[in-house]
């Protein structure tokens, strides 16, 4: 069985920092992409960003330049730094993974999601 869990979020401040990570453990083969969604009260779930097995990364317009996204394979974990945080960036934050198992059996996995609040 294979679980995410992410962490990290809270209340910042705008123009603050905050550094989400994305752990997952269990039997995993091997992890593809990695990345985060976020969704917004009264707004659809968007893609904030994207890490790929080659450590490629696709960023959503609106956090280029303001987030990074990186991943530590021995750790089968990634994280999301977060800078120059605005207030419109306050949402829940969901990690989410295309994990193939030790079965052979590839699926998409989604963490339990983390608040961000950046508020003055």
């Known amino acids: 069985q294979v679980q995410l869990a992410d962490s990290g979020g809270g209340l910042v401040q ?7 990570s994305c752990a997952a453990s269990g039997s995993i083969w091997v992890i593809n992409h ?12 968007e893609l904030v960003a ?3 097995s080659d450590n490629n990364t696709n960023y959503t ?3 280029k330049g303001r987030f990074t996204i990186s991943r530590d394979n ?3 974990t990634a994280y999301l730094q977060m800078n120059s945080l ?3 960036d306050t949402a829940v934050y969901s990690c989410n993974a295309d994990i ?6 590839a699926k ?7 608040q961000v609040t950046v508020s003055s």
Do not use: C, H
Request: proline share 7%.
């Open 100 to 105: 193939v198992d030790k079965r052979g059996w």
């Open 108 to 114: 998409t996995y989604w963490g339990q999601g983390t």
């Open 14 to 20: 705008p123009g603050g920092s905050l550094r989400l």
């Open 61 to 63: 317009n609106a956090v």
């Open 86 to 88: 605005k207030p419109e």
């Open 74 to 76: 021995t750790k089968s």
């Open 50 to 52: 994207r890490i790929f």
């Open 34 to 45: 990695m990345g985060w969604f976020r969704q917004a009260p009264g707004k659809e779930r």
